[in-house]
């Protein structure tokens, strides 16, 4: 059985998270003051005891120069006597009915293993942030510039990524934690991280596309295994009705088309329908 958690088996997921992910309790401590809460994080329950969970954080994500509401994907896990059962599947694809239940057109996430890249795929996950090879500014630099003001710290830290598209923002209560974590490990070298993407609403996606590229006209049909409310034609641009034939891709290409990603290694007319970008991924409390 799938249910939310409250307070009476918030005890069971920080034992979870210890056994599967064996973080020391000062970071748990900070993660689960920051960022864990009972509303966003989904129980698979065994006979009355959590068997496997994840949660649903919530973030903004800049998407074709706006801001849209993205769930990040944290703490999935099965506790060892109850894996290879399909309970994270199962709670894979709640998630997914939440987020639209929401509105949240996209769902994002750090597969920690490489292997676990394939695994997300299954689920019509894509890799669509690459890891960095360039150190991300120095959270110790920035915040030794305003000792005793955290507020002014965020602004210029905001200031760096705000504008940037295809990138997950923080709030400032984002940037507190990942200074308190930071602080925590000594201030260790960031990198942008490896990430996928996985698209919920793929119509919504495509509007806010077409209303920022709309000399570009397509017809698209797009193919989700999963959920099929994405398997439809989709159109945009200021003369898509002339466009022929239509296009065919999964869910999962669809990702990479609309973040961007590589897509200039793609073959015509993809290449040129879907501007290549940058897709930015980085200081996740994870």
Same mark, same amino acid.
């Not at 864990?36 to 994080?41: A, H, I």
């Not at 990524?161 to 201030?187: C, G, H, P, W």
């Not at 034939?245 to 990479?256: F, N, S």
């Given at each position: 059985m799938i249910r939310f958690a409250d307070e009476t088996t918030r005890p069971q997921v920080w034992e979870m998270w210890k056994t599967v992910f064996g973080d020391p309790d000062a970071y748990m401590e900070l993660y689960f003051r920051h960022k864990?809460?009972?509303?966003?994080?989904l129980l698979y329950m065994e006979d009355g005891k959590v068997a496997a969970s994840l949660q649903m954080l919530p973030y903004l994500f800049t998407f074709c120069g706006t801001e849209i509401p993205a769930f990040y994907l944290s703490g999935v896990a099965t506790l060892p006597i109850y894996r290879k059962r399909g309970y994270v599947r199962q709670l894979l694809m709640r998630s997914f009915e939440e987020a639209a239940r929401r509105d949240v *057109? @996209?769902?994002?996430? +750090? *597969?920690?293993?490489?292997?676990?890249?394939?695994?997300y795929g299954r689920f019509g996950f894509a890799q669509a942030f690459d890891a960095g090879t360039v150190e991300l500014p120095s959270l110790r630099e920035l915040t030794g510039k305003y000792p005793g003001d955290l507020h002014? =710290?965020?602004?210029?830290?905001?200031?760096?990524?705000?504008?940037?598209?295809?990138?997950?923002?923080?709030?400032?209560?984002?940037?507190?934690?990942? +200074?308190?974590?930071?602080?925590?490990?000594?201030? *260790?070298p960031a990198k942008n991280l490896t990430g996928m993407a996985r698209v919920i609403d793929a119509g919504k996606l495509l509007s806010l596309f077409t209303g920022r590229y709309n000399r570009k006209s397509f017809s698209m049909n +797009?193919?989700?295994?999963? @959920?099929?409310?994405?398997? =439809?034609?989709?159109?945009?641009?200021?003369?898509?009705? =002339? +466009?022929? *034939? =239509?296009?065919?891709?999964?869910?999962?290409?669809?990702?990479?088309?609309?973040?961007?990603?590589?897509t200039s290694e793609k073959a015509e007319p993809l290449s040129a329908l879907f501007p290549e970008k940058e897709p930015q991924m980085h200081f996740m409390l994870e």
């Open positions: 864990y809460r009972d509303e966003n994080t *057109p @996209l769902i994002l996430l +750090v *597969p920690q293993k490489e292997w676990l890249l394939n695994f002014a =710290a965020f602004r210029e830290f905001n200031a760096l990524f705000r504008q940037k598209d295809m990138t997950v923002q923080k709030s400032f209560n984002d940037f507190r934690a990942i +200074v308190e974590e930071a602080t925590l490990y000594d201030f *260790p +797009v193919r989700d295994e999963l @959920l099929k409310s994405n398997n =439809a034609l989709f159109t945009g641009g200021q003369d898509a009705s =002339a +466009v022929a *034939p =239509a296009l065919t891709v999964d869910i999962r290409e669809l990702a990479q088309l609309l973040l961007g990603y590589h």
